[in-house]
Nanobody, 125 residues
Framework: QVQLVESGGGLVQPGESLRLSCVAS????????MYWYRQAPGKEREFVSG???????????YYADSVKGRFAISRDNAKNTVYLQMNMLIPEDTAVYSC???????????????WGQGTQVTVSS
């Protein structure tokens, strides 16, 4: 079965960085888009970033406006891992961050069908 396991969260001060990892298993990782979402206390879950994988081997990266220029998503298909490098963190980034598997191979933006358990990121002085 599909498993997604996130790690790398923690408590940091504003302006610092964290790198989240999501290790995937149970499906052909290299063909599916992957996403990062976050949910802050009392708020709805929101999209953070996504990375596609196209049949020609290229990929695209996508970001919410709130993190553009500060966060970077990447993937290592050999390690079945997707990363989220988070720089210049601010208190508003505090949330549980979860990775998700795209529902369709090679098709970005058509929903998700599996989620990890999430990792807590807290940004506070």
């Amino acid at each position: 079965q599909v498993q997604l396991v996130e790690s790398g969260g923690g408590l940091v001060q504003p302006g610092e960085s964290l790198r989240l990892s999501c290790v995937a298993s149970g499906f052909t990782f290299g063909t599916h888009p992957m996403y990062w979402y976050r949910q802050a206390p009392g708020k709805e879950r929101e999209f953070v970033s996504g990375i596609s994988f196209n049949s020609d081997g290229s990929h695209g990266t996508y970001y919410a406006d709130s993190v553009k220029g500060r966060f970077a998503i990447s993937r290592d298909n050999a390690k079945n891992t997707v990363y989220l490098q988070m720089n210049m963190l601010i208190p508003e980034d505090t949330a549980v961050y979860s990775c998700a598997k795209g529902a369709y191979a090679y098709i970005y933006g058509r929903g998700t069908d599996s989620w990890g358990q999430g990792t807590q990121v807290t940004v506070s002085s």
